[in-house]
């Protein structure tokens, strides 16, 4: 492979080498030591850093900082080696507004967006009665321990959510809970409201139902009114007659017996 340039070793350091590689199926780029070393085949791979895509074979189309990469594997890029850069901090992003999908990190790194469409599932059914456990999660506001101030935070503590919902927490290598996927989440929050929508639509058509059933039975009921009321008058009248007609008698023996003295 010729070299473009070569960086002479001192005591502590291997020679630092930028080269432009030619193989039969194109060319690549590296710059570091040891990189793409052992690539015989791949094209179009860009490789910066110690040991870059040093363990890459027969790759292509992948760019490389600082990584060691895998052996067969094309069409990636690779920053940084697991255990040695702990966090990533990119300049132009944050406080720039942009639209776009939210991207999501897997449990070895990789960068990515949810995907919703069809074509990417299989045993696609109704999340049911599934996500009516999400009313024994506890929402709880938090402060990070890494930031000094802490701006208030809200959200759940993953391993309280494990204890419910063990399929949505995501764990360390080491075992232990680490995150919520929140946006999983939406999809059982909507079926929690779909469920109460029906519910409620439920209970107005029972409340119609009654209406109406109250509605028919008004005009009986009002009926029944009246004729129980004609009915209490006829009885009082006929109680006021028989009262009358107790009281005859009597007044007229009344009547008769100073007569007789």
Same mark, same amino acid.
């Given at each position: 492979?010729?070299?473009?340039?070569?960086?002479?070793?001192?005591? @502590?350091?291997?020679?630092?080498?930028? $080269?432009?590689?030619?193989?039969?199926?194109?060319?690549?780029?590296?710059?570091?030591?040891?990189?793409?070393?052992?690539?015989?085949?791949?094209?179009?791979?860009?490789?910066?850093?110690? /040991?870059?895509?040093?363990?890459?074979?027969?790759?292509?189309?992948?760019?490389?900082?600082?990584?060691?990469?895998?052996?067969?594997?094309?069409?990636? *890029?690779?920053?940084?080696?697991?255990?040695?850069?702990?966090? *990533?901090?990119?300049?132009?992003?944050?406080?720039?507004?942009?639209?776009?999908?939210?991207?999501?990190? /897997?449990?070895?790194?990789?960068?990515?967006?949810?995907?919703?469409?069809?074509?990417?599932?299989?045993?696609?059914?109704? @999340?049911?009665?599934?996500?009516?456990?999400?009313?024994?999660?506890?929402?709880?506001?938090?402060?990070?321990?890494?930031?000094?101030?802490?701006?208030?935070?809200?959200? !759940?503590?993953?391993?309280?959510?494990?204890?419910?919902?063990?399929?949505?927490?995501?764990?360390?290598?080491?075992?232990?809970?680490?995150?919520?996927?929140?946006?999983?989440?939406?999809?059982?929050?909507?079926?929690?409201?779909?469920?109460?929508?029906?519910?409620?639509?439920?209970?107005?058509?029972?409340?119609?139902? &009654?209406?109406?059933?109250?509605?028919? !039975?008004?005009?009986?009921?009002?009926?029944?009114?009246? /004729?129980? &009321?004609?009915?209490?008058?006829? $009885?009082?009248?006929?109680?006021?007659?028989?009262?009358?007609?107790?009281?005859?008698?009597?007044? &007229?023996?009344?009547?008769? @017996?100073?007569?007789?003295?």
């Amino acid at each position: 492979m010729p070299l473009c340039t070569t960086t002479p070793a001192t005591a @502590i350091r291997p020679p630092v080498r930028t $080269r432009c590689s030619a193989t039969a199926a194109g060319t690549n780029t590296t710059t570091g030591a040891y990189s793409l070393q052992n690539n015989t085949i791949g094209n179009a791979n860009t490789a910066t850093g110690f /040991s870059a895509l040093f363990s890459n074979t027969t790759g292509s189309n992948n760019i490389d900082i600082g990584s060691a990469g895998a052996a067969a594997e094309s069409n990636t *890029i690779r920053i940084g080696t697991v255990g040695k850069q702990t966090r *990533i901090i990119i300049a132009g992003i944050a406080g720039v507004p942009a639209t776009g999908d939210a991207v999501v990190v /897997s449990k070895t790194g990789q960068l990515g967006i949810v995907v919703s469409s069809a074509r990417y599932k299989h045993d696609i059914s109704d @999340i049911g009665d599934r996500s009516s456990r999400l009313l024994k999660l506890r929402p709880v506001s938090f402060r990070y321990k890494n930031k000094a101030a802490g701006t208030l935070q809200y959200g !759940l503590i993953a391993e309280e959510v494990a204890k419910i919902y063990p399929e949505l927490v995501t764990f360390s290598p080491d075992g232990k809970a680490e995150t919520v996927p929140y946006l999983t989440m939406i999809a059982m929050l909507l079926n929690e409201l779909q469920k109460q929508g029906n519910q409620l639509h439920q209970q107005m058509i029972r409340n119609d139902s &009654q209406a109406r059933q109250i509605n028919l !039975l008004n005009p009986r009921i009002t009926e029944v009114e009246a /004729s129980d &009321q004609r009915e209490l008058q006829a $009885r009082l009248a006929l109680e006021n007659r028989l009262s009358m007609l107790e009281r005859t008698p009597k007044v &007229q023996e009344q009547k008769r @017996i100073p007569a007789n003295k």
